[in-house]
């Protein structure tokens, strides 16, 4: 496995890192095993709406999670061309973003962040902590803020990817789980 950088780093650093080690993993054989843990993990089978995202490439792909017997009412996020994030019921029609990933047409239904029971999240990288490291662009973090207190957040990666510490900053909102691989576990606070 590729060397990390130390925890004086820069976040740039970190993702280069963590773009050298995806593309040494098995993203579909990871995507099946994350979505077989997440489908037993009793916060989302216990949930009514769940948030997932539209994989980008070299993303753990989430949809198999739509296909499966779980009765939630499956949400995703729209990247739109300026602005924040907004979420989508699925189910509709997709379209391709500008960046190569698929998501719900703007005439999707909305749906308020206050409806989301549980929201997992893509990350370059997370730490044992919670701590995420996104593209760079804040969106999820400004997601996240709006959502109600109490809401499950987890952090979706495999676990190459998770660093002992990862730079971070005041507005970083972090995770409460962790679900790679080796299935769904709680992070350090």
Known sequence: MLKHPGPEATKEAWREWAKAVRATLDLSDISHRVCAGLAAFPPLRHSTTALIYLPMEDEIDLTELTRSDLPVRWVATRTPDDGPLTIHELGGPL????????????????????????????????DLFGNRLGHGMGYFDELLAEMRPGIVRVGVIPSALVADRLPKEPHDIPVQWLAAEEGVVGVAY
Not at 106 to 113: D, I, M
């Open 95 to 126: 379209e391709v973003h500008p960046f190569g990933f698929s998501q719900p047409v703007a005439t999707a239904p909305h749906v308020s962040p206050d409806d989301i029971d549980i929201a997992l999240v893509p990350g370059v990288a997370f």
